[in-house]
């Protein structure tokens, strides 16, 4: 079954995914693997799938039986778990942590798909439920349509933003670091030219014996960055350590981190009649943290495997899927965006980073729990209750607020990487 005529004599493809980032790569690895019968193609804007991005993760994000999804790629990983500081103390916690540079990403996609099955530099102009018409005109029809491009934002929608840039070092000698630092919070509080003060912190990867990748990230009302403002905070650490060497790679971002607002109302703006929605751009995405790698993973192979049971399945009620995959993922983050407004509604943003610290202070699995989205209701009371990290009055008021309104105005970069 089609949603729309097809031409004859053009070729009808099972599945176009437009855009090539970590959700349609997976999603096309995933269809690859457990619906070899469908015929798919993933159309990609850039040179290579992935874009230029680093994913990390902790082991326990992605569930036991969906882990093989990513088992081919080579990921960074550490066994021995990971610290954190804060002004106050620190820790090392036990959970393993993973992480996948987009490069290998691409490289092994690219590996194990079929040639035909990928299209780079190919731009999508347009979208609707019979296929895809490219920048050049062309027009490429399918039974199904998943539009995978970036998150879009939305004045529907609540929250701030959380804004980074990472240095890859080869060092001189070998660094010493044995396993991740996570979140070092211990670094000043204010955030760069125009984001005025906001919670930060330098996560620190140590790729290898002599190779470190460090990030400079903090949480900010706007989405706006100084390049080089970062670029040297990300030198004065790795100063401040000892690591003397070259960048061999650098890469930056704003993400979003949702807080509220009306989802039905955002996904509309988006939507397109019987075009499937996935990716940050279809709402699958952590509302704190902005990880997105365990919804990604989950998706690809929830869709996979829906069209290896139900190959006739049209592309209408492929859209339903992922929409009620969405509003079912909404609602089970809620206490997420609730959290989201106590950071940025509540705390003062010079001192944000005390609602981090009474967070990571607390014991057992609850933190692996969180950065999962399956935290329990032990886990939820346990985080709330104590010593409140921000003034009651104020907590109050987020906890009843709709959230600041989400900053729509174009992405400022300035001096980009």
């Given at each position: 079954?089609?949603?729309?005529p097809?031409?004859?004599?053009t070729?009808l493809h099972?599945v176009i995914?437009?855009?090539?980032?970590?959700?349609?790569?997976?999603?096309?690895?995933?269809l690859?693997?457990?619906a070899p019968?469908?015929?798919?193609?993933?159309?990609e804007?850039g040179?290579t799938l992935?874009?230029?991005?680093?994913w990390?993760?902790?082991?326990?994000?992605?569930p036991?039986g969906?882990?093989?999804?990513?088992?081919?790629?080579?990921?960074n990983?550490?066994?021995?778990?990971?610290?954190i500081t804060?002004p106050?103390?620190g820790?090392?916690?036990?959970?393993?942590?993973?992480?996948l540079?987009?490069?290998?990403?691409?490289r092994a996609?690219?590996?194990?798909l079929?040639?035909?099955?990928?299209m780079?530099e190919t731009?999508?102009a347009?979208?609707d439920?019979g296929?895809?018409?490219?920048?050049?005109?062309?027009?490429?029809?399918?039974?199904?349509?998943?539009?995978?491009r970036?998150?879009k934002?939305?004045?529907?929608?609540?929250?701030?933003?959380?804004?980074?840039l990472?240095?890859?070092?080869?060092?001189?000698?070998?660094?010493?670091?044995t396993r991740?630092?996570i979140m070092d919070?211990?670094?000043?509080?204010?955030?760069?030219?125009?984001?005025?003060e906001?919670?930060?912190f330098?996560?620190?990867?140590?790729?290898?014996?002599?190779?470190v990748?460090?990030?400079d990230?903090?949480?900010?009302?706007q989405?706006?960055?100084d390049?080089?403002?970062?670029?040297?905070?990300?030198?004065?650490y790795a100063?401040?350590?000892?690591?003397?060497?070259e960048?061999?790679?650098?890469?930056?971002?704003?993400?979003?981190?949702?807080?509220?607002?009306?989802?039905?109302?955002?996904?509309?703006?988006?939507?397109?009649?019987?075009?499937?929605?996935?990716?940050?751009?279809?709402?699958?995405?952590h509302p704190?943290?902005?990880?997105?790698?365990?919804?990604a993973?989950?998706n690809?192979?929830?869709i996979?495997?829906?069209?290896?049971?139900?190959p006739?399945?049209s592309?209408?009620?492929?859209?339903?899927?992922?929409?009620?995959?969405?509003?079912?993922?909404w609602?089970?983050t809620?206490?997420?965006?609730?959290?989201?407004?106590?950071?940025f509604?509540?705390?003062?943003?010079?001192?944000?980073?005390?609602v981090?610290?009474h967070?990571?202070?607390l014991?057992?699995?609850l933190?692996?729990?969180?950065?999962?989205?399956?935290?329990?209701?032990?886990?939820?009371?346990?985080?709330l209750?104590?010593?409140?990290?921000?003034?009651i009055?104020?907590?109050?008021?987020a906890?009843f607020?709709?959230?600041?309104?989400?900053?729509?105005k174009?992405?400022?970069?300035e001096?980009?990487?």
């Amino acid at each position: 079954m089609v949603d729309s005529p097809h031409t004859p004599g053009t070729p009808l493809h099972d599945v176009i995914i437009v855009g090539g980032g970590l959700a349609g790569g997976l999603i096309a690895l995933a269809l690859h693997r457990h619906a070899p019968d469908c015929r798919f193609v993933v159309v990609e804007a850039g040179r290579t799938l992935g874009g230029h991005h680093r994913w990390s993760w902790f082991e326990t994000d992605i569930p036991e039986g969906e882990r093989s999804l990513v088992a081919g790629f080579h990921l960074n990983g550490w066994d021995e778990g990971y610290d954190i500081t804060f002004p106050a103390y620190g820790r090392t916690l036990p959970t393993a942590y993973r992480s996948l540079a987009s490069a290998e990403f691409h490289r092994a996609l690219m590996a194990e798909l079929p040639p035909q099955n990928v299209m780079l530099e190919t731009k999508a102009a347009a979208l609707d439920a019979g296929g895809v018409t490219l920048a050049d005109g062309t027009r490429m029809a399918a039974r199904r349509v998943i539009d995978c491009r970036p998150f879009k934002s939305s004045k529907a929608l609540a929250g701030g933003w959380q804004v980074f840039l990472g240095q890859h070092f080869k060092c001189e000698k070998p660094h010493g670091l044995t396993r991740p630092v996570i979140m070092d919070a211990s670094v000043d509080q204010v955030a760069p030219h125009g984001n005025g003060e906001a919670y930060r912190f330098v996560y620190v990867l140590p790729l290898s014996e002599d190779e470190v990748f460090i990030e400079d990230t903090y949480y900010a009302d706007q989405p706006k960055m100084d390049a080089e403002v970062l670029k040297g905070r990300v030198a004065e650490y790795a100063h401040r350590n000892g690591w003397k060497g070259e960048v061999i790679d650098q890469e930056a971002g704003i993400l979003p981190v949702i807080s509220g607002g009306n989802f039905a109302a955002a996904l509309a703006e988006v939507a397109i009649p019987g075009v499937a929605l996935a990716g940050a751009r279809g709402g699958f995405s952590h509302p704190l943290t902005s990880y997105t790698i365990p919804f990604a993973v989950s998706n690809a192979l929830a869709i996979a495997q829906l069209l290896a049971r139900r190959p006739e399945l049209s592309g209408s009620e492929l859209a339903a899927f992922c929409k009620r995959r969405a509003r079912r993922h909404w609602r089970a983050t809620a206490y997420y965006r609730m959290l989201s407004r106590m950071l940025f509604e509540a705390a003062e943003p010079g001192k944000r980073v005390i609602v981090f610290e009474h967070f990571y202070a607390l014991k057992g699995n609850l933190v692996e729990r969180f950065y999962a989205g399956r935290s329990t209701w032990p886990d939820r009371l346990r985080i709330l209750t104590g010593k409140p990290p921000v003034a009651i009055p104020r907590a109050i008021r987020a906890l009843f607020s709709s959230g600041k309104p989400l900053d729509t105005k174009p992405l400022n970069m300035e001096t980009p990487a």
